[in-house]
T-cell receptor
Framework: DSGVTQTPKHLITATGQRVTLRCSPRSGDLSVYWYQQSLDQGLQFLIQYYNGEERAKGNILERFSAQQFPDLHSELNLSSLELGDSALYFC??????????????FGPGTRLTVL | LAKTTQPISMDSYEGQEVNITCSHNNIATNDYITWYQQFPSQGPRFIIQGYKTKVTNEVASLFIPADRKSSTLSLPRVSLSDTAVYYCLVGRLYNYGGSQGNLIFGKGTKLSVKP
């Protein structure tokens, strides 16, 4: 158990819909990362937040957005869903000391299925 | 951005040493190299991290040549439970001073350990 929690575990929805994935980081971790993992694309970094502010952006679509709240939990919002958005979505957290590259602790993931 | 290349798969037998190499020709000066292990339907788990030369911990060693354009994860005496996908991650969280970082995962190497 990494200490990172994600809800829900599974999500099934239809094309065109909007969903919200939630992540609670490990106690004391200030940084949260979101990743998408699909069979053909591997693990894709989407976005990173540090203490409420966006810090790094990867291959995140405009239909996707994220935020980190004052209590440090984070939400990833996916809208106008397409079949290709079906994937595992992982959240990770780190202490974010600013020294080098912090160890990331990954949650168990949310499996999104778009029908 | 540093792109990474890893072998898609590798086979080994219990008790053997396994070396997985990751190429990252465009690695930036401030980039670190981190390796993660992932079992099916679980989030990746940190194995080891390095910047240059050699790093060793209780589970693996990481060799990084002087030019840092590649790195090799070495797993001594693998067991069946080491069967997993191994990811090489190159990048940095963020830079103080405003510029955003990025994190690039390789496609992963599927290691199969046989009895």
């Amino acid at each position: 158990d990494s200490g990172v929690t994600q809800t829900p575990k599974h999500l099934i929805t239809a094309t065109g819909q909007r969903v919200t994935l939630r992540c609670s980081p490990r106690s004391g971790d200030l940084s949260v990362y979101w990743y998408q993992q699909s069979l053909d694309q591997g693990l894709q970094f989407l976005i990173q937040y540090y203490n409420g502010e966006e810090r790094a952006k990867g291959n995140i679509l405009e239909r996707f957005s994220a935020q980190q709240f004052p209590d440090l939990h984070s939400e990833l919002n996916l809208s106008s869903l397409e079949l290709g958005d079906s994937a595992l979505y992982f959240c990770a957290s780190s202490v974010a000391t600013g020294q080098g590259q912090d160890t990331q602790y990954f949650g168990p993931g949310t499996r999104l299925t778009v029908l | 951005l540093a792109k990474t290349t890893q072998p898609i798969s590798m086979d080994s037998y219990e008790g053997q040493e396994v070396n997985i190499t990751c190429s990252h020709n465009n690695i930036a000066t401030n980039d670190y190299i981190t390796w993660y292990q992932q079992f099916p339907s679980q989030g990746p788990r940190f194995i080891i991290q390095g910047y240059k030369t050699k790093v060793t911990n209780e589970v693996a060693s990481l060799f990084i040549p002087a030019d840092r354009k590649s790195s090799t994860l070495s797993l001594p005496r693998v067991s069946l439970s080491d069967t997993a996908v191994y990811y090489c991650l190159v990048g940095r969280l963020y830079n103080y001073g405003g510029s955003q970082g990025n994190l690039i995962f390789g496609k992963g190497t599927k290691l199969s350990v046989k009895p």
